[in-house]
């Protein structure tokens, strides 16, 4: 979906006190909204993360249990899943004071956030799915696949990190 469409979509939804601040705010109203519809999808990823560390701990210690849990790929996802769920709880929103000397945010970046981090949400599920591959192989016992769905867990969680890592630069870019 586009910067415009998105941004016309919280419009439509905007009921008329929301509309008469527009007009008097110049668009705070629909900014204000962008803002929180981001906060509450970024707030889901987080909880999803959370609960996603705690199934992981969990496989960790039957791997520990069975003695197949001496790679050290489940501390790193550990403290992969710690980082980001960090980054993502604490991202950047979108807010530039008066006087900001980087510039205003505008509608159009924070759709174009609020758009990129709604594509994120692909990279969260297929993390989550992959999570709970490894648990049915872990609950089946099948330590030889286990391993295989550990680094893929891993190289998952990368990639989302570098996606989420890139997302900065789109509120502000380098153009002069």
Known sequence: MSEKETIKKVKDKQGILSKIQNFFTLGYGTKEDLREL?????DNYYATLRDLRHVWEDLYLEALDAGAG???????VIQVLD?????????????AGLMDRKGHIREEELARIFNLDKEVG????ALKAAVEKTKSEVEAENWETVSAEVKNVKSLLLSFEDKWNEREGHFRPLEI
């Open 38 to 42: 981001d906060k509450k999808l970024r």
């Open 70 to 76: 001496s790679s050290r790929d489940y501390k790193k």
């Open 83 to 95: 980082r980001v769920m960090e980054k993502v709880h604490h991202a950047d929103y979108g807010y």
């Open 122 to 125: 692909t990279d969260v599920e």
